[in-house]
Structure formats: C-alpha cells, structure tokens
C-alpha cells in the first residue's frame, strides 16, 4: 500500500476531548492496496475519536457499497456495506498490535494511519458468500440433499446390512476379532 496522508490523522495537534472526521473511500483508495478483493466501491466512513491524555477511542460508522463477483454467475454486482468497529489506541513504550482492535503507540506518536483499518473493516463486512441479487432470494438446498449418496463402492448384489461373511476378510484379521 502506498503512503496517503489524506486517511492519517494527525493526533499530535488534537485537544483532548471528541473529534469527527468523515472519509469518502472510492475506486482511488481500494487501489491502493494489493489486492482483489474489493476493486470498486463508493463507501463514506465517519470517524469518532474520543481522545484522553492514555486512550483514542475510535468508532467507525461505515456505510456505502462495493464491487463484488458473484461466486455462482461471476457477474459483478454491487454489494450493500453497513458496519460499526471500534478501535482502541493506548500509549505505550512501543508500537505494537495487541488485538485486532486494540494498538499500542509511544506518545509521541504524530499521525496514526487509519488506511488499512477502514480497508480491513470494510473487508470484515463482505458475506462469505458472494450471491448476486437475483440468487440472494432462492432457497437454499434441500437439508435431506446434502446427506444423499453419491458414490459407493458395494457391488448391486450385496446386502444393505453389516456384511458378516468373513470370507472377504483377511485371516490375521480374524484372530484379532477373538481378542477383548
């Protein structure tokens, strides 16, 4: 990913007490990142930081939508995204990822990058399972068709049941069966 100031906030020069920024993510910011899970979108991310003299406290309120590829007709399509994450900064003698939502920066710390964090949060808000519109609102499959038998090895004449006949059987196996 390429160094943007534009989604850095400065916290250096902020007052303690809380701030709203407001993000407009578009083609320009999802090509930033190496990556093609989300080529296209247009999401607008609203941004509260809660700052005290030992934590940010950051909620992100993101809302708008993303270019997808359907999983079963690999037509795009464009997917709704509606997310609320938070994330925890604390001041610390490193920088280091505690959590996935908590960090630890030094206190002197100028700008905390917030790029990633809205790509990851957006990311975290795409289903598994990526159906175009016109396939979201047909059934699922049938429960009883995921337990049908699609392919067996017994022979059309043998019996449904436990096969007793030991013919078959190796003999050294034999022997074990009498052991308890």
């Known amino acids: 990913m390429k160094k943007d100031s534009q989604y850095d906030l400065n916290i250096a020069k902020l007052a303690d007490k809380t701030h709203h920024f407001?993000?407009?993510?578009?083609r320009a910011f999802f090509e930033q990142f190496d990556q093609q899970l989300i080529p296209d979108g247009t999401v607008h991310a609203d941004v509260t930081l809660h700052k005290t003299d030992r934590l940010l406290t950051l909620d992100f309120d993101i809302k708008g939508?993303?270019?997808?590829v359907c999983d079963r007709s690999l037509d795009d399509y464009d997917q709704e995204i509606?997310?609320?994450e938070q994330l925890l900064v604390?001041?610390?003698?490193?920088?280091?990822?505690?959590?996935?939502?908590v960090l630890q920066i030094t206190a002197d710390t100028?700008?905390?990058?917030l790029a990633q964090h809205l790509f990851d949060y957006i990311g975290l808000a795409l289903p598994m399972k990526?159906?175009?519109?016109?396939f979201q609102n047909e059934p699922d499959e049938d429960p009883d068709s995921a337990t049908k038998l699609i392919f067996t090895t017994r022979?059309?004449?043998?019996?449904?049941?436990?096969?007793?006949?030991?013919?078959?059987i190796d003999p050294r196996w034999n022997a074990?069966?009498?052991?308890?």
């Not at 074990?176 to 308890?180: D, F, G, Q, V």
């Open 65 to 68: 939508t993303v270019r997808q």
């Open 82 to 84: 509606d997310t609320q």
């Open 155 to 168: 022979q059309d004449g043998d019996s449904d049941g436990d096969d007793d006949g030991d013919d078959d």
């Open 90 to 101: 604390r001041y610390g003698d490193r920088e280091v990822e505690l959590d996935d939502n």
């Open 22 to 26: 407001a993000f407009e993510l578009d």
């Open 110 to 113: 100028q700008t905390l990058p």
């Open 176 to 180: 074990l069966r009498n052991l308890n």
């Open 130 to 134: 990526k159906l175009h519109p016109r």
